[in-house]
């Protein structure tokens, strides 16, 4: 992946930044300026706040809430001069991307400006997602509401991620964290043959804590409409069926 671009995205709480961390210390520039370590994110999110800013004030000048998106959102002339702006800081760099649940809600405008880049999109179980997002929030089990905006949002990050990683195999992979995290070799294997760069199983063994994955214990029971899970376990088995691992 010689001068390549590597974007990691998901849906929040779906290992992320466990993976962005690995790629960062693999040699492939995250960003200078990463934002900082969470309660929630002990290790660093390792997101450019960059992308991060430039992502979540288009999202919340269109939605008024970061965390209710329909769908991506319109972009305008300036915002697409300030994304040519964004990568052209970044272009003295060989190896270099950037980790933002966000981009999912902008897929075709970084495949617009950025051509050749790859992509590597992290998918995890529903209940596990909502369940670590209702924690980090300190949100009680019925919270009805908010936990239906979570997977509602986990139905629109992940439809995007797979429709453009059916339309782009050639420069994306996608992977099942909890195949990530049981078969390490594998990931390591696949990631570095489809990017073309050398990846270590070693560094990632390091690297990787278990208890950093908020959730990774018992699922709480959630209030929340069975209609609603149905669609997203019918979503998240699509999305298994289409992993590369």
Known sequence: MSNQVLIVTGMHRSGTSMIARFVHHSGISMGDNLMGKHESNPYGHYEDMDFYDFQRAIIRRQFGDEWIAPGPPMLSAGDEEMAREIIAARGHKAHWG??????CLF?????????SAHYLFIVREPAAVVDSLSRRGRLKFHQYRTHKAFFEQYL???RSCLDFHLQHRGRSVLVV????????EEFVRLI????EYE?????????YDAAALKGGGQIRHLWLSPLLLARCL??????????DL
Do not use: C, G
């Open 192 to 195: 570095s043959s489809r990017f």
């Open 177 to 184: 964290l909890e195949n990530v995290i049981t078969r390490p």
């Open 199 to 207: 990846f270590s199983l070693e560094r990632f063994l390091e690297l």
């Open 98 to 103: 950037w980790k933002d649940p966000r981009t």
């Open 107 to 115: 897929l075709d405008l970084w495949d617009r400006l950025l051509p």
């Open 156 to 158: 629109v990050y992940n």
């Open 234 to 243: 019918r979503l998240y088995a699509r999305l298994q069926r289409s992993a």
